[in-house]
């Protein structure tokens, strides 16, 4: 099946593997938490145990230096593709409230970004994450 949007998160290649669950984890929810209409329905299990509902469309994970996320999230912005942002002070952070003053400290131009993710149409995202490579 295609789909004529994607999803994807980009990471900065050189995060520890817990950082970038996290980063993961934090960003995804930004794209769920906006449009929830790319949710599918709940899942179950055979003894009708409810699950809750994830994505319909694939997500897909890509990696690249600091200045291919710095290209990505300025790309981003100039089309006009809404995107989630993780920066290195989130992880001294614990809580939503410290982390959007965290990022609301630091002009755009300025972010040392950790991850990202967006959601748009795919040809948009596709140049917006160009030089980024699949997560491997």
Not at 1 to 7: C, D, G, H, R, V
Not at 81 to 92: H, I, R, S
Not at 122 to 133: P, T
Request: glycine share 10%; aromatic share 6%; charged share 25%.
């Amino acid at each position: 099946m295609t789909f004529p949007t994607k999803i994807a998160v980009l990471l900065r290649g050189d995060l520890a593997v817990w950082q970038r669950l996290n980063v993961t984890a934090f960003v995804v929810s930004g794209v769920a938490g906006t449009q929830p209409e790319l949710l599918g329905e709940d899942y179950a299990d055979a003894d009708g145990t409810r699950y809750l509902p994830m994505f319909g469309q694939p997500v897909l994970v890509f990696e690249g230096d600091a200045q291919t996320l710095a290209a990505a999230h300025r790309r981003a912005v100039e089309r006009g593709v809404a995107c989630a942002v993780f920066t290195d002070e989130l992880f001294k952070t614990g809580n939503d409230e410290d982390n959007r003053a965290a990022v609301r400290a630091v002009p755009r131009t300025d972010l040392r970004l950790a991850g990202m993710a967006l959601h748009g149409p795919k040809n948009a995202v596709d140049k917006i994450l160009k030089g980024a490579r699949l997560h491997g």
